[in-house]
């Protein structure tokens, strides 16, 4: 892995590094905006609008925390007459994976960066091991997005089923939301997708500096001198010694 000063005058050398330092400092972004999001989307909102009773469960943190809700959740929806949207929020095995993978791909995107700006960076002697640790953590972060994007999926079909559910092959069917004070809500699914998306765009980042850092190294690396299949003979010599002396 070469090293800014270590291609200091070599103008293509010098493209290298800086398009990987303009990926590790996207990731760093990235990875530190999908952190942030998670634990702000990570509470319950039942209290929706505090000026109307009409918008408000007393109990809404309390059903959010049920069991079976949770496994149905994330989910988000507007109330008829209401200013602000009522939501449950992720399942706690999402938030804790998702802010795992982002918190290590911001760690390791800055130490990456640090590297790169460094004489003899850290890395210069595991470039395998760096190729394996970058696509690690971009397969991480395309496996939060697909878990997600199914819980997102049962929690969005559940609220425009109206929070009805009901056996397969019976007629009788169950109201998980039993009030008067809501006729319609329109279900908004928009933060959570743009989270999912998140996950996403953190991948593509992590395998594109991976496929950066593996182009750099083969396109700088030394080419092994060739084999001569006809080595020079003694004649050879002599006769380039013979035509000296003449």
């Known amino acids: 892995m070469l090293s800014a000063l270590s291609c200091k005058n070599v103008p293509k050398c010098q493209i290298y590094i800086g398009m990987k330092a303009f990926i590790a400092m996207m ?7 999908v952190f942030v999001v998670t634990f702000e989307q990570s509470e319950a909102i039942g ?3 505090a000026a109307s009773n009409d918008c408000f469960i007393a109990t809404w943190k309390e059903f959010c925390e049920n069991p079976l809700i949770e496994l149905l959740s994330p989910f988000r929806f507007v109330p008829e007459g209401c200013s602000v949207p009522m939501q449950c929020p992720w399942p706690e095995g999402n938030k804790a994976f998702r802010a795992t ?7 390791f995107s800055a130490v990456y960066c640090w590297n790169i700006f460094r004489p003899h960076g850290f890395f210069s002697s595991f470039p395998t091991s760096l190729n394996a640790l970058l696509i690690a953590l971009g397969a991480s972060a395309f496996s939060c997005m697909s878990i997600d994007m199914n819980s ?8 425009e089923d109206k929070f009805v559910i009901s ?17 319609t809500f329109e279900c908004e699914p928009g933060p959570f997708i743009g989270l999912a998306f998140g996950d996403l765009l953190l991948c593509a980042l992590l395998l594109s500096l991976a496929f950066s850092t593996y182009w750099q190294r083969n396109s700088h690396q030394q080419p092994k001198p060739l084999h001569n299949p006809h080595p020079p003979s003694k004649l050879d010599g002599k006769s380039s ?3 000296e002396q003449l």
Do not use: E, H, M
């Open 27 to 33: 990731v760093f972004i990235c990875a530190i905006s």
């Open 47 to 49: 209290n929706s609008d």
């Open 101 to 107: 993978v982002s918190f290590l791909a911001a760690l």
């Open 152 to 159: 997102l999926r049962i929690g969005n079909q559940l609220c």
């Open 167 to 183: 056996a397969p092959g019976q007629d009788d069917s169950y109201n998980l939301i039993v009030t008067d004070k809501w006729k």
């Open 241 to 243: 010694l013979i035509s």
